[in-house]
């Protein structure tokens, strides 16, 4: 099983070259009752390219758009009678709302020789992510160790423990 929950999107003229737009798909083949979006604001992200054999440290920073699955605008009448359906109980949410959730991701930098580089070249459409273990984000920010013992810290990954 792969741990790679979102996808690079394709730009357009005119966007920022130091963020990438990433979506995720609610559920997938092997978990179609996903409920929660798999990412948050502030998650550390991994973003691999296989074609150019790359890999970026990134941050989320938006919160999630829910995008319709099936294409249609969200004034479509399909749409809007399908969401009576369901808030009037007669059908399941799950059967008209399929969502595709959309994000924006700051690139941070690239990680070459496990360090973080500047960004001089960007994933390309198609390139995978996933969330980042806090090991890989204390070792790239360059953040000092996180102690088991009582020690002062003087940094922390920020809901980090929650995608272990």
Known sequence: MS??????????????????????????????ERKLPPVGVGDFVVIKDEIQDREWLGQVQTPQLNLPLLGLDRTNPSNLAALER??????STTVFTRQVYYYQILLLGAIENN????????????????????EE???YLDMPAIFPTDAINLAEVLDASKHE
């Open 3 to 32: 741990d790679y929950i979102f996808i690079v999107w394709l730009d357009q003229l005119g966007c920022d070259p130091l963020s990438v737009e990433v979506i995720a798909y609610e559920g997938n083949a092997e978990n179609t």
């Open 86 to 91: 369901v808030l009037s109980g007669q059908v």
């Open 115 to 134: 360090t973080m580089q500047s960004v001089r070249v960007r994933p390309r459409g198609g390139s995978k992510g996933r969330i980042a273990k806090v």
């Open 137 to 139: 984000v204390i070792r």
